[in-house]
């Protein structure tokens, strides 16, 4: 009966009954998650250690022994350390996510492991032991121990200064050299990416403090999404504006999960080569861990937009194309080309008076000149030389007062401008829009 009254005065000194009731509380009131579950492990460890020390401490009081002093002190301080660990379960599982603060993993280990220094320090100052000479030799100890230790404290200072600026936050996507995931976890030592493959990639936090960090759809003020390219070619039969106007409608008409509608979708000449053109969709994959197959589905509706234009996808291959450029070759394609001229000439009423020899005679000496979309064909007061005839297409005509353009004419193919120009050696700017 003796014992338990001794341990029961130790436990109230060591002040054991208020460390219970917090971590009872902290533990009613967590809910246990994977981040809590660490920091409960170590706070159980720590307040086993105090009650097996009130335990031997009663024990050497009631067998008359002068080693209670020796293990009462490091009791109090597993009791110290108990309690700094139970309250900042309490505080950092429990209070603050209740009013929507959430702090940092680094921050919240930085904050309960100075806490439970302190507490230890403090206690053992209250009990009379003397820290000087504990500090001076552990001044060179944390010297020696720093130059061993450099990289590992590169990493944690390296953690600590992305949660605090919160460069790269838990969630993002990031693109660090050849690896591109998903930030999962920011640790003292490194920061872990789940990749799209199934892996966890463990990135030193030094390397992510020195490197370039590509954070991937993120821009302020906006959504989270991600331009993605999907490529495709198209031989030269095939005009790319007809190419683009297809492919461009049938994409932004289709409904495909995970891509945005504002920004819409377009589709660009990428590049040329000698046989076809190359061109790709740019679309807004607002789902960044759905990349391939949503590009999958873009890919079916070009292939079949272009399907049903019946332009068919570019062969994979090289063709050579040797043609003799024979007289009758000549002949044939000139005849073509004057075919074409008289065709023109023959819709143009400006023409109309004019005989069959006599028009022959312009189209035989016409130049073919075909302008892009946003071409300027001629500019006011440049010296007219030509007639212009519009076969297709429309051209918007312009004027300038030497500060400002505006148009004050559009048009329409097959038609002509220029005529009074020739005669009078004024040119007003015509543009193709």
């Known amino acids: 009966m003796e014992f338990f009254t001794q341990l029961a005065q130790e436990a109230f000194d060591s002040h054991t009954p208020y460390l219970l009731l917090l971590v009872a509380v902290a533990f009613a009131l967590s809910k246990l998650s994977a981040v809590d579950k660490p920091r409960f492990r170590a706070m159980f460890f720590f307040i086993a250690a105090h009650l097996l020390g009130l335990l031997v401490t009663a024990g050497f009081v009631v067998a008359g022994s002068d080693l209670d002093a020796v293990s009462r002190t490091p009791t109090w ?26 702090t940092p993993l680094i921050v919240q280990d930085v904050v309960v492991a100075l806490s439970m220094v302190a507490a230890a320090v403090a206690v053992l100052s209250r009990a009379g032991v003397n820290l000087s000479g504990l500090i001076a030799t552990s001044a060179v100890f944390t010297a020696i121990l720093g130059f061993s230790l450099q990289d590992v404290i590169g990493n944690v200072a390296g953690g600590l200064a992305l949660q605090v600026d919160n460069s790269v936050e838990l969630g ?11 930030v999962v976890e920011i640790r003292w030592r490194h920061t872990a990416v ?120 570019a062969m994979p291959a090289q063709a050579i194309f040797l043609t003799e450029e024979t007289h009758d070759r000549k002949v044939s394609k000139t005849e073509k080309q004057l075919a074409r001229c008289r065709r023109l000439l023959d819709t143009l009423p400006l023409f109309s008076g004019l005989s069959d020899a006599e028009r022959a005679e312009l189209a035989s000496n016409m130049r073919y000149a075909p302008y892009a979309r946003g071409e300027v064909m001629t500019r006011q007061g440049a010296e007219a030389h030509w007639l212009y005839l ?26 002509f401008f220029g005529e009074m120009s020739l005669l009078t050696g004024v040119v007003a700017p015509s543009r193709l829009p």
């Open 390 to 415: 519009v076969e297709e297409g429309t051209a918007s005509v312009c004027v300038s007062d030497g500060t400002k353009e505006r148009e004050v004419a559009q048009l329409q193919g097959p038609c």
């Open 172 to 182: 993002d996507w990031i693109t660090v050299g050849d690896v591109t995931g998903r």
């Open 194 to 313: 789940e990749t799209r493959d199934w892996e966890t990639v463990l990135i030193p936090n030094t390397v992510m403090t020195k490197s370039n960090v590509v954070v991937l759809g993120r821009r302020q003020g906006q959504p989270l999404q991600l331009r993605r390219w999907v490529r495709f070619s198209v031989d030269w039969r095939f005009q790319p504006g007809d190419v683009i106007d297809v492919v461009q409608g049938a994409v932004r008409a289709a409904n495909i999960s995970r891509m945005a509608k504002e920004p819409a979708p377009n589709v660009v000449l990428t590049d040329m080569t000698e046989t076809y053109g190359q061109y790709a969709v740019r679309y807004w994959l607002t789902d960044l861990a759905v990349d391939d197959p949503t590009d999958s589905e873009v890919r079916a509706c070009v292939y079949f937009a272009l399907q049903r234009a019946q332009m068919p996808l």
């Open 77 to 102: 301080v597993f009791g110290a350390v108990g309690i700094v660990g139970a309250a900042a379960t309490l505080l950092f599982s429990v209070v603050l996510p209740r009013m929507r603060l959430h």
